[in-house]
């Protein structure tokens, strides 16, 4: 593996030309199919196997037509005060609002709310529905703008109006919060290298592996209907390992550098070295994300496919561009000190060693206390309530949260939430019979306000119910009566001869929320199993794999723990902009696993690998640990805050999956990088000692042999190093 490696950084090197110049055309290739695809579609998330998705394809088999995804708008008016909608005057403005509409290319029907029957029961409030002939992603811009017109020239009128749907936009916005990220980024980097061209070379390769994977995904959004969370996901991921990935090779090039090494050698020994810790790092992340697919969730796969592919443009590019960049400025991507023949300071003086003495000395205290740490962090992780915020999680300043909040008020909570209940009445005597019998044992059920009359097909022997709860959909008591009603149905049918399922969006989210929460255990096993036989052949040692699993788990409790305290708690909501507490999104635990996983384990390479390097070159098990950790903790700490800082900047962002992606994400790689692998990791290593690396000699028979290490690339000893530090332990 390094040899491999270190020939194709070589090769970089003296091609650079050439190489820079394909990544500049797969760039330019991308941005050209990028400008002549649709882009992102807005989808609901399915899941094949749940009630709720059956009774859905059941609709779309009885009801031809019914279920055809054609985008919809409410526009809900509110009276002034004292007045009601039906009155001539705002009666009047409500008919012109709407006219302003129907006459639009895209509108099929537009069902105002007298003839709808859509006014509360004080007459003070009531909305309208649009229908659209066309699925949400093809609506026009002119068709939002005639609806945004119409709300506009209801409120002229001294009305209340807002607008919710499918047909509004929804796309994620760049915010400067998100940028901010990116200028720390640039900060980390500096401060760390000390050399603007070494700081920004990690900046500009990430920046165009990134910019050729976003837009790839876009290319690809279209014909394999992704939304704009996969994208983000891609770009948010792509762009921290991106920069990650190119500052441990440039970085490990410096540090060939400081002894008699030509450029162009130490180019190769740095991809070869570091290098494959980048391709190992990087493998374990793609198998975590791909591993999303055996959940279940088409959604969820996309995004974890998306973002798999946003690695792998990553790992290329360290691979490839970065050394070719090497070749164009190889000086001075070095620091000044050390382009005027200076001294390795770093090798003399190194701020981790004070911390490191600290570790050395107290081993099993500094264990027991970060574990401790962890735990209570983690402790809110055991109220974990899934679910699917909907327009109630956005910020009031959006017309779609002031909406649900408007039709909440008028006509209770459960309003934004109604059920569906579908009744197949194929075989029955008399299938208006048995669908009553089945409205009348929901309608008496506790917690149902009302249910809507039969709708029935065109052959008369399946209907469509709508119960609407007395809750709100994010509501437990909702998800309570979900059950209720299907533990009460075997009775219902046996009686009146007839088969019924409970669906409708709330019904679809408890069942995701319920299904994604059965599949965590079973992910979290196979990405876990997987990535342990991986690391065996990397390190070649049992325990290290499995010490590297079980830091992960600690840093994803507690940053579960973190999620349900802000967005299910409630506390420091305020500062996230969080205007609404309720259930953590059901995709958001498994998401959260399949990347943190993937960047534990860079951390877990990167830092463990250096100290696999110094004991593979005969130094004892103790003092790899010093050289390791000194070697590699000041890049595993700036690649920790440029994470921290990506991530955070996308907890600003818009979209509660983002944000709360964004802020898990942030929070896992410090509870990763600075309590388990700068804190846990060598102070286990030290209590375990030299059987950290044993192996089973059968095993170390049957294990491939890939030299991680680089002993292919540089036979000499490393120096002992900090005897001080060394005697204090």
Same mark, same amino acid.
């Given at each position: 593996?390094?040899?491999?490696?270190?020939?194709?950084?070589?090769?970089?090197?003296?091609? !650079?030309?050439?190489?820079?110049?394909?990544?500049?055309?797969?760039?330019?290739?991308?941005?050209?199919?990028?400008?002549?695809?649709?882009?992102?579609?807005?989808?609901?998330?399915?899941?094949?196997?749940?009630?709720?998705?059956?009774?859905?394809?059941?609709?779309?088999?009885?009801?031809?037509?019914?279920?055809?995804?054609?985008?919809?708008?409410?526009?809900?008016?509110?009276?002034?005060?004292?007045?009601?909608?039906?009155?001539?005057?705002?009666?009047?403005?409500?008919?012109?609002?709407?006219?302003?509409?129907?006459?639009?290319?895209?509108?099929? !029907?537009?069902? @105002?709310?007298?003839?709808?029957?859509?006014?509360?029961?004080?007459?003070?409030?009531?909305?309208?529905?649009?229908?659209?002939?066309?699925?949400?992603?093809?609506?026009?811009?002119?068709?939002?703008?005639?609806?945004?017109?119409?709300?506009?020239?209801?409120?002229?009128?001294?009305?209340?109006?807002?607008?919710?749907?499918?047909?509004?936009?929804?796309?994620?916005?760049?915010?400067?919060?998100?940028?901010?990220?990116?200028?720390?980024?640039?900060?980390?980097?500096?401060?760390?290298?000390?050399?603007?061209?070494?700081?920004?070379?990690?900046?500009?390769?990430?920046?165009?592996?990134?910019?050729?994977?976003?837009?790839?995904?876009?290319?690809?959004?279209?014909?394999?209907?992704?939304?704009?969370?996969?994208?983000?996901?891609?770009?948010?991921?792509?762009?921290?390992?991106?920069?990650?990935?190119?500052?441990?090779?440039?970085?490990?090039?410096?540090?060939?550098?400081?002894?008699?090494?030509?450029?162009?050698?130490?180019?190769?020994?740095?991809?070869?070295?570091?290098?494959? *810790?980048?391709?190992?790092?990087?493998?374990?992340?793609?198998?975590?994300?791909?591993?999303?697919?055996?959940?279940?969730?088409?959604?969820?796969?996309?995004?974890?496919?998306?973002?798999?592919?946003?690695?792998?443009?990553?790992?290329?590019?360290?691979?490839?561009?970065?050394?070719?960049?090497?070749?164009?400025?190889?000086?001075?991507?070095?620091?000044?000190?050390?382009?005027?023949?200076?001294?390795?300071?770093?090798?003399?003086?190194?701020?981790?060693?004070?911390?490191?003495?600290?570790?050395?000395?107290?081993?099993?205290?500094?264990?027991?206390?970060?574990? @401790?740490?962890?735990?209570?962090?983690?402790?809110?992780?055991?109220?974990?309530?899934?679910?699917?915020?909907?327009?109630?999680?956005?910020?009031?300043?959006?017309?779609?949260?002031?909406?649900?909040?408007? !039709?909440?008020?008028?006509?209770?909570?459960?309003?934004?939430?109604?059920?569906?209940?579908?009744?197949? *009445?194929?075989?029955?005597?008399?299938?208006?019979?048995?669908?009553?019998?089945?409205?009348?044992?929901?309608?008496?059920?506790?917690?149902?306000?009302?249910?809507?009359?039969?709708?029935?097909?065109?052959?008369?022997?399946?209907?469509?119910?709508? @119960?609407?709860?007395?809750?709100?959909?994010?509501?437990?008591?909702?998800?309570?009566?979900?059950?209720?009603?299907?533990?009460?149905?075997?009775?219902?049918?046996?009686?009146?001869?007839?088969?019924?399922?409970?669906?409708?969006?709330?019904?679809?989210? &408890?069942?995701?929320?319920?299904?994604?929460?059965?599949?965590?255990?079973?992910?979290?096993?196979?990405?876990?199993?997987?990535?342990?036989?991986?690391?065996?052949?990397?390190?070649?040692?049992?325990?290290?794999?499995?010490?590297?699993?079980?830091?992960?788990?600690?840093?994803?409790?507690?940053?579960?723990?973190?999620?349900?305290?802000?967005?299910?708690?409630?506390?420091?909501?305020?500062?996230?902009?969080?205007?609404?507490?309720?259930?953590?999104?059901?995709?958001?635990?498994?998401?959260?696993?399949?990347?943190?996983?993937?960047?534990?384990?860079?951390?877990?390479?990167?830092?463990?690998?250096?100290?696999?390097?110094?004991?593979?070159?005969?130094?004892?098990?103790?003092?790899?640990?010093?050289?390791?950790?000194?070697?590699?903790?000041?890049?595993?700490?700036?690649?920790?805050? &440029?994470? &921290?800082?990506?991530?955070?900047?996308?907890?600003?962002?818009?979209?509660?999956? &983002?944000?709360?992606?964004?802020?898990?994400? @942030?929070?896992?790689?410090?509870?990763?990088?600075?309590?388990?692998?700068?804190?846990?990791?060598?102070?286990?290593?030290?209590?375990?000692?030299?059987?950290?690396?044993?192996?089973?000699?059968?095993?170390?028979?049957?294990?491939?042999?890939?030299?991680?290490?680089?002993?292919?690339?540089?036979?000499?000893?490393?120096?002992?190093?900090?005897?001080?530090?060394?005697?204090? !332990?």
């Amino acid at each position: 593996m390094a040899g491999m490696l270190s020939r194709l950084g070589r090769f970089c090197y003296r091609r !650079r030309w050439l190489v820079a110049a394909l990544w500049m055309l797969a760039l330019g290739g991308a941005v050209l199919l990028a400008v002549g695809s649709e882009g992102p579609v807005n989808t609901r998330a399915t899941m094949p196997g749940i009630e709720s998705q059956q009774a859905f394809d059941l609709i779309a088999e009885r009801f031809p037509g019914a279920a055809a995804e054609g985008a919809s708008a409410t526009i809900v008016f509110v009276a002034p005060q004292g007045q009601a909608l039906t009155s001539a005057e705002n009666a009047g403005a409500v008919d012109a609002a709407l006219a302003s509409v129907s006459g639009g290319p895209q509108v099929s !029907r537009v069902v @105002a709310p007298s003839a709808g029957g859509s006014i509360s029961a004080d007459g003070s409030t009531g909305f309208a529905s649009v229908s659209y002939g066309v699925p949400p992603s093809e609506v026009t811009e002119e068709s939002r703008t005639a609806l945004a017109d119409a709300v506009e020239r209801a409120r002229g009128t001294g009305l209340t109006a807002e607008m919710s749907g499918s047909a509004l936009k929804t796309g994620t916005r760049m915010s400067a919060m998100e940028l901010a990220g990116v200028a720390i980024a640039a900060v980390v980097l500096l401060m760390t290298f000390g050399s603007m061209v070494a700081a920004g070379l990690p900046l500009l390769t990430a920046v165009i592996g990134v910019a050729i994977s976003f837009l790839g995904v876009w290319v690809m959004a279209g014909p394999l209907e992704m939304a704009i969370t996969s994208g983000m996901l891609a770009l948010m991921l792509g762009l921290a390992v991106g920069i990650d990935y190119a500052m441990f090779v440039v970085s490990r090039f410096r540090e060939e550098r400081h002894g008699p090494v030509d450029a162009e050698r130490a180019t190769g020994r740095a991809v070869g070295t570091a290098g494959s *810790a980048v391709t190992f790092a990087g493998t374990t992340v793609v198998i975590a994300l791909a591993g999303l697919s055996v959940v279940g969730i088409p959604s969820l796969t996309k995004m974890g496919l998306a973002a798999a592919g946003a690695v792998v443009v990553a790992v290329l590019v360290a691979l490839t561009l970065v050394p070719a960049l090497l070749g164009f400025a190889p000086n001075r991507v070095l620091a000044r000190a050390q382009r005027r023949g200076g001294a390795n300071t770093s090798a003399r003086r190194s701020a981790a060693l004070p911390w490191m003495r600290l570790v050395l000395r107290r081993p099993l205290l500094i264990t027991l206390a970060g574990v @401790a740490l962890l735990a209570v962090i983690a402790v809110p992780a055991l109220s974990l309530r899934l679910g699917t915020p909907g327009d109630a999680s956005l910020p009031v300043t959006e017309t779609q949260r002031r909406a649900y909040d408007l !039709r909440a008020a008028a006509f209770g909570a459960g309003f934004n939430g109604p059920l569906t209940v579908v009744v197949d *009445a194929r075989g029955a005597a008399d299938a208006q019979a048995v669908v009553a019998t089945v409205a009348d044992s929901i309608r008496t059920t506790s917690g149902v306000v009302s249910v809507s009359k039969a709708t029935f097909n065109q052959q008369g022997d399946t209907a469509i119910l709508t @119960a609407v709860p007395s809750t709100g959909p994010n509501d437990e008591r909702t998800e309570d009566l979900v059950v209720a009603l299907r533990a009460a149905r075997p009775g219902v049918e046996a009686a009146a001869h007839v088969r019924y399922e409970i669906t409708g969006t709330t019904a679809l989210d &408890i069942d995701m929320a319920r299904k994604t929460q059965s599949a965590l255990v079973p992910y979290v096993a196979i990405v876990i199993g997987l990535a342990v036989l991986l690391l065996l052949v990397v390190f070649r040692s049992v325990l290290v794999p499995v010490k590297a699993a079980l830091g992960f788990l600690l840093s994803l409790f507690a940053a579960l723990g973190v999620i349900v305290a802000v967005f299910q708690w409630g506390w420091a909501a305020d500062v996230l902009g969080v205007d609404r507490t309720g259930p953590v999104m059901s995709l958001m635990p498994i998401l959260l696993v399949g990347i943190v996983f993937g960047l534990a384990m860079d951390y877990e390479v990167f830092l463990v690998s250096r100290m696999r390097e110094a004991h593979a070159h005969g130094t004892p098990a103790g003092d790899a640990i010093v050289t390791g950790f000194r070697q590699s903790s000041k890049v595993v700490v700036a690649a920790a805050v &440029i994470m &921290i800082a990506v991530f955070g900047g996308f907890a600003a962002a818009d979209e509660p999956l &983002i944000k709360m992606v964004g802020l898990g994400l @942030a929070c896992a790689v410090f509870f990763d990088a600075f309590v388990v692998r700068l804190t846990l990791v060598p102070a286990v290593l030290h209590l375990l000692g030299e059987r950290a690396w044993w192996l089973p000699r059968w095993l170390d028979r049957v294990l491939p042999r890939v030299d991680v290490e680089g002993e292919s690339l540089n036979e000499r000893q490393p120096e002992p190093e900090h005897a001080d530090l060394l005697n204090a !332990r």
